[in-house]
């Protein structure tokens, strides 16, 4: 009967261990965080990042992007750029105080990974898909972005000397 008992306890450890979800790894934004932007003007960051990331090498499904960023963090090293770039004109910080990103699909590639998401600015949502490496617990990528697309500022006036298409890159370290 020991024996019965035995062999049926060992029966349902085997059995209920094969059944055992992977849970995906939720990280936590460290310090040292930087998102760039340059063109050959305007050029800056953005001070304040916050968000949710959950990514697995391994389970890439279960893997997920949630990011905020405040627009009125903005700085490009010039006092008076930097209030135009929060007033309505550009940004509109205090109607539309964050950029979101939001992933859908994330994939590895050859090189690395990719992530394909909604990016949102001034109440604008379009999905973006872009390259990103992840070592050394610091997540990297980069992509290029038309102002215009998203309602920031014009080509008249003034406006007409600001480049439209800029790079963004964002390198985030992260730990658990």
């Known amino acids: 009967m020991k024996s019965n008992l035995f ?19 939720a990280w936590q934004i460290a310090e040292g965080y930087a998102i ?3 063109s050959k003007n305007p050029r800056g960051i953005f001070n304040e990042l916050k968000g949710d990331i959950v990514f697995d090498e391994n389970n890439l499904a279960a ?14 090293g ?8 929060r007033s309505d004109k550009w ?3 205090e109607k539309f105080p964050l950029i979101r990103f939001s992933s859908s699909e994330i994939r590895k590639t050859t090189e690395a990974y990719e992530v394909t998401g909604t990016l949102e600015i001034r ?9 990103f490496t992840f070592e050394d617990q610091t ?18 006036g003034m406006a ?14 992260v730990s658990q």
């Not at 893997?63 to 490009?76: L, P």
């Not at 949502?125 to 390259?131: A, G």
């Open 123 to 131: 109440d604008v949502k379009k999905e973006i898909t872009f390259p």
């Open 139 to 156: 997540f990297r990528g980069g992509f290029m972005i038309n102002r215009l697309d998203y309602g920031i500022g014009t080509v008249k």
């Open 7 to 25: 062999a049926l306890l060992v029966a349902i450890l085997l059995g209920s261990s094969a059944f055992t979800t992977y849970q995906s790894v």
């Open 160 to 173: 007409k000397k600001a480049a439209t298409d800029l790079q963004v890159d964002i390198m985030v370290p």
């Open 36 to 38: 760039k932007f340059e």
């Open 91 to 93: 940004f509109d910080a």
């Open 63 to 76: 893997s997920k992007f949630d990011m905020e960023v405040a627009v009125g963090s903005i700085s490009t």
């Open 78 to 85: 010039n006092g008076v750029k930097n209030k135009h770039a």
